[in-house]
């Protein structure tokens, strides 16, 4: 399952497939961006980051995808299960100040269907 | 669990009254944010400190807050007579702070505040 556009507040998939969060942000000038993963109640998750000097980043299970050429950033999932259920948040990091803030997208929630 | 504690998860309180969030983040993290989230929202920047000192605060911190961080580990933040749209979900985040370092903030699990 793949989010399109600028942003969908819903993915649905099926377990095991692979699912593309999508994400638009916003400062050319940001220079650092991160993932987090939000559980109903709970605080974000830090699931994987990426510096603006890389395209492409893997972690377990998830890779992040940064196009600074269209201020993009993908996150994918392989494999879903029923545990990747939550919300998911882009961030950015404005480096003005050098406070290290993160700006906050709208975030995208995904189901996975068993 | 982050490492990031806070107290208390939960707060119900009737407006006009003042109220006391916690915050004790990772403890070699020289850096402690404060977050605000509404529902169906991300979380928004509301004020920053390195150490002890409060280097910079968001417009969205109206005067009725305060916060600090006295000796550079845990800090607080105060709501002073609260108004119903102050309720929300406040977070606390923490990093290490070291010239070409890691970025990553570190959430704890939030207070979620409300307001009657």
């Known amino acids: 399952g793949e989010s399109v556009g600028l942003h969908l507040p819903t993915l649905s998939v099926q377990e095991g497939d692979n699912s593309i969060i999508n994400c638009a942000y916003s400062n050319s000038a940001s220079d650092y961006f991160i993932w987090y993963k939000q559980e109903s109640g709970k605080g974000p998750q830090f699931i994987i980051d990426?510096?603006?000097?890389?395209d492409k980043r893997q972690g377990q299970r998830v890779t992040v995808l940064l196009n600074k050429t269209v201020k993009h950033l993908s996150l994918q999932i392989a494999a879903t299960q029923p545990g990747d259920s939550a919300v998911y948040f882009c961030?950015?990091?404005?480096?003005?100040?050098?406070?290290?803030?993160?700006?906050f997208g709208q975030g995208t929630t995904l189901q996975v269907k068993p | 669990d982050t490492g990031v504690s806070q107290d208390p998860r939960h707060k119900i309180t009737k407006r006009g009254q003042n109220v006391t969030f916690r915050c004790d983040p990772i403890?070699?993290?020289?850096?402690l944010y404060w977050y605000r989230q509404t529902l169906g929202q991300g979380p928004e920047f509301l004020t920053y400190f390195q150490n002890e000192a409060q280097l910079e605060k968001s417009r969205l911190l109206s005067d009725r807050f305060s916060a600090e961080r006295p000796k550079g580990s845990f800090s607080t933040l105060e709501i002073q007579r609260t108004e119903q749209g102050d309720s929300a979900m406040y977070l606390c985040?923490?990093?290490?702070?070291?010239?070409?370092?890691?970025?990553?903030?570190?959430f704890g699990p939030g207070t979620r505040l409300l307001v009657l």
């Open positions: 985040a923490s990093r290490l702070g070291v010239a070409g370092g890691p970025e990553t903030q570190y």
């Open positions: 403890s070699e993290h020289n850096r």
């Open positions: 961030a950015e990091n404005v480096r003005s100040g050098n406070t290290g803030k993160l700006i």
């Open positions: 990426i510096r603006s000097n890389m």
